[in-house]
C-alpha cells in the first residue's frame, strides 16, 4: 500500500505551478505599483509646471497694471500741470490789464532775467552770447515787445 498517496501529498509540478502563479501575481502587482507611481509623479509635475505657468501669468498680469496705473497717474499729474498753467496765464492776462499790470509785468521779466543771467555768470561753461546780453533795458523791452505783439497777432481771441 505504498503506492497510495495521501490527499495532502502534493506533487513537485503543483508546487512549482503555484510559485510560479505566486511570482506572476507579485510581478504584476509591482508592475501596477511602478505604473501608478510614475503617474502620480506625472501628475505632480504636470501640477507644479501648471502652478508655475499661473505663478508667471498672474506676474504679468500684476506688472501690466502697475504700468497702467503709473501711466494714467502720470497723465493726471501732467493734465494737472497744464490745467494749473492754464489758469496762471489767465490770472497774469488779467492783472496786466488792470492799472499798473503792465508796468509789474516789466519789472517782473527784469528780476527773472537778472536771476538767470547771474546763474549763467556763475556756471563754469563757456557761452556765446550776443553783445546786447548785458544791456538789461533793451532786453526786457524786447521781451514786452513780444507781449505788446501778441494780443495783435491773435485778434481771434479778444
Known amino acids: 500500500m505504498g503506492t497510495a498517496s495521501t490527499p495532502s501529498a502534493k506533487r513537485p509540478t503543483e508546487n512549482l505551478d503555484a510559485v510560479a502563479l505566486l511570482t506572476k501575481l507579485r510581478a504584476e502587482r509591482e508592475k501596477r505599483a511602478v ?10 509635475a504636470i501640477n507644479t509646471a501648471e502652478d508655475q505657468k499661473q505663478q508667471v501669468i498672474k506676474a504679468s ?11 494714467e497717474g502720470a497723465a493726471a499729474a501732467i493734465l494737472a500741470i497744464a490745467n494749473a498753467t492754464a489758469e496762471g496765464i489767465r490770472k497774469v492776462a488779467e492783472a496786466i490789464q488792470v492799472s499798473g499790470g503792465y ?14 543771467f547771474a546763474e549763467l555768470a556763475k556756471s563754469s561753461n ?8 548785458s ?3 533793451l532786453m526786457i523791452a524786447m ?3 513780444v507781449i505788446t505783439r501778441t494780443p495783435q497777432a491773435s485778434p481771434a481771441r479778444q
Open 126 to 133: 563757456t557761452m556765446i552770447l550776443p553783445a546786447s546780453v
Open 103 to 116: 508796468e509789474a509785468v516789466q519789472l517782473r521779466v527784469a528780476e527773472q532775467y537778472i536771476t538767470q
Open 61 to 71: 498680469e500684476a506688472k501690466k497694471q502697475q504700468q497702467i496705473n503709473e501711466a
Open 35 to 44: 505604473i501608478l507611481t510614475s503617474e502620480g509623479e506625472r501628475d505632480a
Open 143 to 145: 521781451a514786452m515787445n
Open 135 to 137: 544791456d538789461v533795458g
